[in-house]
């Protein structure tokens, strides 16, 4: 329930201003919401396997998001990075692109430009983050699924 109430602050979240139609723009204090990410995390993939995620806030306008091939957090295999620039917050992962659409202190939500899906993060507290990847499957059926992580001491 408390993930459908944050949705829903989500969903109605003003940002700072508006932009070019509907389009969000937003602010360094904006972006700041998003250290609830920073740290160390664990979380178990649809197969089983657990996985560790590292965020770091490199500039006041650019987080890195690593992802560890262990606990130790030694060596990494994959990254991505979420910027703002010119009024947008965009995650990019290899060639894909989303662009946030939805920022408040507990959660962010991004929308695809060239990517599969959508996903948010959703701060459910200190030490736990909900990740929520939404697409609509060959059948035209919309799907769902989530990960929880949680924080790494």
């Not at 979240?13 to 723009?25: I, N, Q, R, Y």
């Not at 990517?115 to 959703?122: Q, R, V, Y």
Request: aromatic content about 12%.
């Amino acid at each position: 329930m408390r993930v459908l109430g944050l949705l829903i602050i989500l969903l109605v979240t003003t940002v700072s201003a508006a932009g070019e139609g509907d389009k969000p723009v937003f602010n360094e204090k904006d972006f700041e919401q998003l250290r609830f990410l920073e740290g160390r995390w664990v979380g178990t993939a649809p197969d089983g396997t657990k996985f560790y995620d590292q965020y770091d806030f490199e500039s006041a306008t650019t987080i890195r998001s690593r992802r560890a091939t262990d606990d130790s957090f030694s060596a990494f295999s994959d990254g991505s990075t979420v910027t703002l620039s010119d009024g947008e917050i965009l995650s990019t992962w290899g060639e894909f692109i989303w662009a946030a659409t939805a920022v408040s202190a507990d959660a962010v939500k991004f929308e695809p430009r060239n990517a599969p899906s959508s996903f948010s993060w959703l701060h459910k507290s200190d030490s736990e983050i909900e990740v929520v990847q939404e697409w609509t499957d060959e059948k035209g059926q919309e799907q769902r699924y989530s990960i929880t992580l949680g924080r790494m001491e």
